[in-house]
């Protein structure tokens, strides 16, 4: 106990000096920085906390501080940075009973504070290297504490694939975030190196680990974050006339971590906690001058993401084009519809039991498949349907028709066959309109529905659908519409309805599909007006 009252005391004295411009703060840093690595376990744990504890006011003042000279003020954080981060290595390399995971999160909290400010002061990027270290050095030193809180390995030595991803604890944010700083200090002077290369796909893995939305979430506010940190959502498409080949090289294979990056970033827009929806909205903000910043940034951007997603979506075009955007939006659509086929038959299975009953008396207690309690939502503010009608409008208004490879085939061959066969069900299962209405507004089975419909739509309009494949729905599509009975109140839903009659006249490159494709997106109000924008056309 007496050490521990000891390290405290200390440490506020000591963090009190430290940060005043004026002060003789040389004698204090040394003995801050003797306490933070103490090799008493208890005076080190009590100046650390008590460091951080008025560590963000004292930030805050700092850098909203217009009086003193912002040269001064970094000439105060720099030493303090470098403090931080050798006690950090100092921690990750204690031996005994090995480093202290909660001292590591306080520290690495620290230290990101710092450097942020030190960044928002300078205007530049600032390495997270404290002297007589390397960046490799740190950058392995960062992997490591983000495995210690628990996070999954990645690169070349995680070895086989796990079956569920391990995004790990606040600790493993923390080092996410250090990993993005050291990246865009390195991405500032050199692309071509193999060591970079190596670390943006360690990085990127890390990223895409932390989207589970079973895992904390301060952990995937530190990955939204760590997106708009890194500097690759910035990085200009390569130019071969005025690049070298080794480096336009490697711009090409950053390029595609950049796609990555992004599309996760618009994933987190739809996380169910508004700090990730925030800070995603913020990274994707950062690197977009016409989304106008300024508007986005505080009220409107926590209330209403989708208005960042939507921009996000129809300016995704302008950096990545070719088969791989393609083959992502339709995977997305495809992802977004899975199961449909289960949810049809599971739903008809249901409303049969109506047919032909004379009394409600005889509907109870009826067998069916559908669970007492149902799973529960990890992501209950997450709607796949828009990103499915997003996925569906950038293919109608930005993608081009191209040769498409194996993976583009392939994706865009199961989308048509799930629509074949869902237009085969509804004929052969919905003879009258009371059960298709019944079926097309059930909560689970619409969404598949609708977003199937569509990819449908969006494949002919491409050109990825011709001949026979296209006939054969438009002949079905003709039937379905027959038995839907659209005009009268118990017919088919009426957003059903709509993409059946665009599905039913589809052609390629013709610009009525294409509108009627826009507009059965309805969950997207934007998309009329980017259409505008983009063509001049309505």
């Known amino acids: 106990q007496l050490g521990s009252v000891v390290g405290q005391l200390a440490a506020e004295a000591s963090s009190r000096v430290i940060f005043e411009i004026k002060a ?31 560590l963000c006011c004292t930030i805050d003042n700092m850098v909203a501080n217009n009086s003193a000279p912002r040269v001064s003020l970094c000439e105060v954080l720099f030493p303090i940075c470098d403090m931080l981060l050798f006690a950090l290595s100092c921690e990750m390399r204690r031996g005994g009973l090995g480093s202290h995971p909660p001292t590591l999160r306080r520290l690495s909290r620290c230290a990101l504070e710092c450097l942020s400010a030190y960044r928002s002061l300078c205007g530049h990027p600032t390495p997270p290297v404290f002297s007589g270290s390397s960046a490799m050095k740190q ?34 944010g923390n080092a996410l975030e250090l990993m993005a700083l050291l990246l865009s200090s390195e991405m500032s002077i050199k692309y071509d190196s193999l060591d970079l290369l190596e670390q943006i796909n360690t990085f990127t893995d890390a990223i895409v680990q932390s989207t589970d939305p079973m895992s904390p979430w301060n952990v995937r506010h530190s990955a939204a974050t760590s997106i708009g940190t890194c500097g690759i959502l910035s990085l200009m498409p390569p130019n071969s006339k005025t690049e070298g080949s080794v480096q336009v090289t490697s711009l090409s294979q950053i390029q595609r971590k950049k796609f990555d990056l992004y599309m996760v970033a618009m994933k987190f827009l739809e996380d169910n906690d508004p700090d990730v929806r925030c800070a995603a909205g913020r990274s994707l903000i950062a690197t977009r001058s016409n989304f106008q910043a300024n508007q986005f940034c505080h009220s409107s951007l926590s209330g209403v993401s989708l208005k960042i997603l939507e921009y996000a979506g129809s300016t995704l075009h302008q950096n990545h084009s070719g088969s791989e955007l393609t083959s992502q939006l339709f995977s997305m659509i495809l992802t977004d519809c899975k199961g449909i086929q289960e949810e049809t038959l599971a739903a008809i299975e249901e409303f049969s039991f109506s047919k032909g009953a004379t009394s409600s008396s005889f509907l109870l207690n009826l067998s069916t498949k559908r669970k007492i309690f149902e799973d529960e939502d990890p992501n209950p503010f997450e709607e796949k349907l828009v990103t499915c009608q997003l996925a569906t409008s950038i293919l109608a208004n930005s993608c081009e028709a191209h040769n498409a490879d194996d993976l583009l085939v392939g994706l865009v061959g199961k989308i048509l066959s799930h629509c074949i066969w869902l237009l085969r069900c509804l004929e052969d299962h919905c003879n009258s309109s009371d059960l298709i209405h019944d079926l097309t507004s ?13 990819g449908a739509i969006a494949a002919i309009y491409l050109g990825y659908a011709r001949g026979k494949c296209v006939e054969e729905i438009h002949e079905n599509t003709m039937k379905v519409l027959k038995i839907a009975d659209f005009e009268t109140s118990a017919g088919a839903h009426p957003c059903i309805v709509e993409a059946l009659q665009v599905l039913s006249s589809a052609k390629q490159n013709c610009e009525e599909t294409k509108s009627g494709l826009l507009r059965s997106c309805f969950l997207l109000p934007r998309v009329c007006t980017f259409q505008l924008e983009v063509t001049g056309k309505p």
Request: with cysteine.
């Open 24 to 54: 003789d703060r040389q004698s204090h840093l040394a003995r801050m920085k003797a306490l933070l690595t103490s090799p008493a376990f208890d005076v080190r744990v009590a100046a650390v906390k008590a460091f951080k504890k008025p």
């Open 139 to 172: 950058w392995k030193l960062f992997v490591a504490m983000r495995i210690k809180g628990g996070g999954g390995k990645v690169g070349p030595s995680s070895g086989s694939t796990q079956s569920r991803p391990k995004a790990g604890n606040a600790l493993s």
């Open 442 to 454: 059930a909560n689970r089975a619409f969404p598949c529905f609708h977003g199937i419909l569509l």
